[in-house]
T-cell receptor, first 111, second 116 residues
Framework: GESVGLHLPTLSVQEGDNSIINCAYSNSASDYFIWYKQESGKGPQFIIDIRSNMDKRQGQRVTVLLNKTVKHLSLQIAATQPGDSAVYFCAESGGYNKLIFGAGTRLAVHP | GAVVSQHPSWVICKSGTSVKIECRSLDFQATTMFWYRQFPKQSLMLMATSNEGSKATYEQGVEKDKFLINHASLTLSTLTVTSAHPEDSSFYIC????????????FGPGTRLTVL
C-alpha cells in the first residue's frame, strides 16, 4: 500500500560528512526504484534510480544500494553540503505505470 | 532537458469556485502524466494517472467528478478542482514521463492551492 508519514524523520549531519538515508519498500514485486529530493515549496527532483537486476548504482556524490532480500533501499551522499538539505523520498514501481512514494526523510546539514 | 512546468504556482480561491491547474512537458512528449497531492510534512499521494487521449485512471478514494483531469495533447494535462472547499487546500504536483513504465517521471514545481 501507499506510505504516508505524519512526522518526517530527520537526519542531522555535519557539512562534509557522508549521509545515509534508508528506505523500506513494501512490494516484493517492485522492480524499479528512484530517489527524489524535494526542497521546501518545490516539486521533487530526480536524483538517481536503480533497477532490480542491480545491487548498487553510483552517480555524482550519490550511491544507491538495493537489498531485495530485506526490501531495503539506501541513498548515500558523499561529502554532504548545505545545499543537500531537503526532504528525500524513495519511490518504487511494480507495475501499472505508477510510483509509490515512501514517507520521506528530512536531511539537515549543519556547518 | 525533461522540464515540466505548472501554472499557476499558487492560487487562492473562494469556496464553491473551480480552479484549473495546467501541467506542461516543455521539451518532451509525455505519453503519461500523473497528478499528486501533498499535505504539509507528508509524502506525495497519487491522485490519478492520465494518458494522452484517454480517460484518467483515478486512485481509490479520489472523486473523479471533483478532480477533473484532461490530457488533450502529449504536452499538456489539466487538473480542475470543482466546487473547491477549504479541505481541498493542498500542494498539487504533476509529473510526466514518456515511453516505458520504467522511464523516469519528471515533476513539475507544484501548485499551492488555498481555498478560503
Amino acid at each position: 500500500g501507499e506510505s504516508v508519514g505524519l512526522h518526517l524523520p530527520t537526519l542531522s549531519v555535519q557539512e562534509g560528512d557522508n549521509s545515509i538515508i534508508n528506505c523500506a519498500y513494501s512490494n516484493s514485486a517492485s522492480d524499479y526504484f528512484i530517489w527524489y529530493k524535494q526542497e521546501s515549496g518545490k516539486g521533487p527532483q530526480f536524483i538517481i534510480d536503480i533497477r532490480s537486476n542491480m545491487d548498487k548504482r553510483q552517480g555524482q556524490r550519490v550511491t544507491v544500494l538495493l537489498n531485495k532480500t530485506v526490501k531495503h533501499l539506501s541513498l548515500q551522499i558523499a561529502a554532504t553540503q548545505p545545499g543537500d538539505s531537503a526532504v528525500y523520498f524513495c519511490a518504487e514501481s511494480g507495475g501499472y505505470n505508477k510510483l509509490i512514494f515512501g514517507a520521506g526523510t528530512r536531511l539537515a546539514v549543519h556547518p | 532537458g525533461a522540464v515540466v512546468s505548472q501554472h499557476p504556482s499558487w492560487v487562492i480561491c473562494k469556496s464553491g469556485t473551480s480552479v484549473k491547474i495546467e501541467c506542461r512537458s516543455l521539451d518532451f512528449q509525455a505519453t503519461t502524466m500523473f497528478w499528486y497531492r501533498q499535505f504539509p510534512k507528508q509524502s506525495l499521494m497519487l491522485m490519478a494517472t492520465s494518458n494522452e487521449g484517454s480517460k484518467a485512471t483515478y486512485e481509490q478514494g479520489v472523486e473523479k467528478d471533483k478532480f477533473l483531469i484532461n490530457h488533450a495533447s502529449l504536452t499538456l494535462s489539466t487538473l480542475t478542482v470543482t466546487s473547491a472547499h477549504p479541505e481541498d487546500s493542498s500542494f498539487y504536483i504533476c509529473s510526466a514521463k514518456s515511453g516505458s513504465r520504467t522511464d523516469t517521471q519528471y515533476f513539475g514545481p507544484g501548485t499551492r492551492l488555498t481555498v478560503l
